[in-house]
Nanobody, 124 residues
Framework: QVQLQESGPGRVKFSQTLSLTCTVT??????????WSWIRQSPGKGLEWIGA?????????SPSLKNRASISISGDTSKNQFSLELSSVTPNDTAVYFC??????????????WGQGTQVTVSS
C-alpha cells in the first residue's frame, strides 16, 4: 500500500526557510513516470501545486513560483524521501502542505495518493 507522510516544523518565522520532508512507503520514488509533488492550501483558497521531482527529468516548479529564487524540491533515494525548501517565507506561505503522487501522463487528473497534510504557519 502506497503511503506518504509529511514531516517538518509547524511554525516558521518570517524571512526564514520552510523545510518539509515527505517519506514514501509501499513504492519507490525511483520509479519513472510519476510526479512526486508538493501541494498547498492557504486559508480560504484552493489547492496550489508547488512543484515536483520526477525520475524522468528532474524538478518542475509552478510557473507562479518558478521565479521565486528560493524554492527547491529534491529527493533522497536512499531514504525514499523527497523534500521542499522554501526560503524567505512570508505570511502568504502559511498553508496546509501536502505531498502527493501524480501519474506522469495523467497530471490533470490530480494525485492518486496524498499525504495527510501538515499545517505550516509563518509568524512574524
Amino acid at each position: 500500500q502506497v503511503q506518504l507522510q509529511e514531516s517538518g516544523p509547524g511554525r516558521v518565522k518570517f524571512s526564514q526557510t520552510l523545510s518539509l520532508t515527505c517519506t514514501v512507503t509501499g513504492t519507490s520514488i525511483t520509479i519513472k513516470d510519476y510526479y512526486w509533488s508538493w501541494i498547498r492550501q492557504s486559508p480560504g483558497k484552493g489547492l496550489e501545486w508547488i512543484g515536483a521531482i520526477t525520475n524522468n527529468d528532474g524538478a518542475y516548479y509552478s510557473p507562479s513560483l518558478k521565479n521565486r529564487a528560493s524554492i527547491s524540491i529534491s529527493g533522497d533515494t536512499s531514504k525514499n524521501q523527497f523534500s521542499l525548501e522554501l526560503s524567505s517565507v512570508t505570511p502568504n506561505d502559511t498553508a496546509v502542505y501536502f505531498c502527493a503522487r501524480i501519474r506522469f501522463f495523467s497530471f490533470s487528473a490530480g494525485p492518486d495518493y496524498w499525504g495527510q497534510g501538515t499545517q505550516v504557519t509563518v509568524s512574524s
